[in-house]
């Protein structure tokens, strides 16, 4: 089993910075690939970014490539999501997930098998 919680979230203006984290309780968090979504208000949930379980291959949605990274730490089980240039269309809740290691980083939500509770992301204009 993983357990995720997701944290950072919270009000910005337009123009600003977030970083999220999801800290991973498992045995051994290399073992997995790890992915952020969103949800905004009255939209589905939509891939944002996705990272391998080493960190060396990462994949981003096209409407955050170029000011979102997503990148991992290992050694602290813990996943970030660096948000910059942050718009109003950026509010939403932000989700990790997590699936096995694969050959392919998915940008799926239903090949995800666990998931945080998610944190609220408010972009202001």
């Known amino acids: 089993q993983v357990q995720l919680v997701e944290s950072g979230g919270g009000l910005v203006q337009a123009g600003g910075s977030l970083r999220l984290s999801c800290a991973a309780s498992v045995r051994t968090f290399s073992n997995y690939d790890m992915g952020w979504f969103r949800r905004a208000p009255g939209k589905e949930r939509e891939f944002v970014a996705a990272?391998?379980?080493?960190?060396?291959?990462?994949v981003y949605a096209d409407s955050v490539k170029g000011r979102f990274t997503i990148s991992r730490d290992n050694a602290k089980n813990t996943l970030y999501l660096q948000m910059n240039s942050l718009k109003p269309e950026d509010t939403a809740v932000y989700y990790c997930?997590?699936?096995?290691?694969?050959?392919?980083?998915?940008?799926?939500?239903?090949?995800?098998?666990?998931w945080g509770q998610g944190t609220q992301v408010t972009v202001s204009s």
């Open positions: 997930a997590a699936r096995g290691s694969s050959w392919y980083l998915s940008q799926k939500e239903y090949e995800y098998n666990y």
């Open positions: 990272i391998s379980w080493s960190g060396g291959s990462t």
